[in-house]
């Protein structure tokens, strides 16, 4: 099982305790959103995604929603004229979504029938994604680097071109050519992230050359820890 396995996490601890944990953001159906037109650098106060913990902290041990992302799944619409794309990750002790970008409707994965006594969880996770502006940070520390296409492509993304960003998920980095196109699925890793109540997730892009915005259609997947501590 890995660090990150669903099935196996469910299995091992009990699926009625997780079946209302796992929450699914998606953004309109068909419709893409434009990152950052020309991420040239990293500027501090730019980004194009950002998952904060809207939870009050209430003290002690499991009293806290923990939110741990899951995955970011990127299908690119229309692709950057830049010669790379990168982003690059790091958590901060506020929230640093200011404006801009689209927000994803955080769905939560279990349903019943009986909405009296089974009613649908609300998510206290807030995602943004797009053309973003932060707050100044607090106390940011960078977590992670995911290089989608490197320099040597010559092309910071390709239409058609789908990206998992997998939080947790080691060894499982892999790149598939999928047409003459050199469409590629891609698989990246990243560390296992916890948001406590508060606390931020972001990324910002980097794409050397770039004038014109990368459009994605993204879905978005996490997991909220102690959300309900009563009924878990």
């Not at 969880?121 to 932060?134: C, I, N, W």
């Not at 960078?142 to 060894?171: C, H, K, N, T, W």
């Amino acid at each position: 099982m890995s660090f990150m396995d669903p099935v196996g996490i469910m299995l091992s601890n009990g699926a009625d305790f997780w079946q209302r944990k796992y929450y699914v953001g998606n953004n309109t159906f068909g419709t893409g959103i434009n990152i950052n037109a020309n991420p040239t650098a990293i500027a501090a106060t730019e980004g194009a995604l950002s998952i904060y913990n809207s939870a009050s902290y209430t003290g002690g041990d499991n009293k806290n929603c923990i939110i741990m992302p899951l995955y970011l799944k990127l299908v690119v619409a229309t692709a950057t004229d830049g010669t790379d794309l990168s982003f690059k990750f790091s958590t901060d002790v506020i929230e640093r979504y200011s404006t801009g970008g689209t927000a994803l409707t955080m769905n939560s994965t279990f349903v019943h029938a009986n909405t009296t006594d089974n009613a649908r969880p609300t998510a206290v996770s807030e995602v943004y994604f797009g053309d973003l502006t932060f707050a100044a940070a607090s106390s940011e520390k960078q977590v992670g680097d995911v290089q989608i296409r490197p320099a040597s492509s010559a092309a910071g993304s390709v239409v058609g071109d789908e990206i998992m960003i997998l939080f947790g998920g080691y060894g499982q980095t892999s790149e598939t050519t999928v047409t003459a196109a050199a469409q590629k699925h891609m698989s990246k890793t990243l560390p296992p992230i916890f948001l406590g109540p508060g606390s931020s997730l972001i990324a910002q892009p980097f794409s050397t050359g770039a004038t014109t915005a990368t459009n994605f259609y993204v879905e978005c997947g996490v997991i909220e820890l102690f959300h309900n501590p009563t009924t878990g």
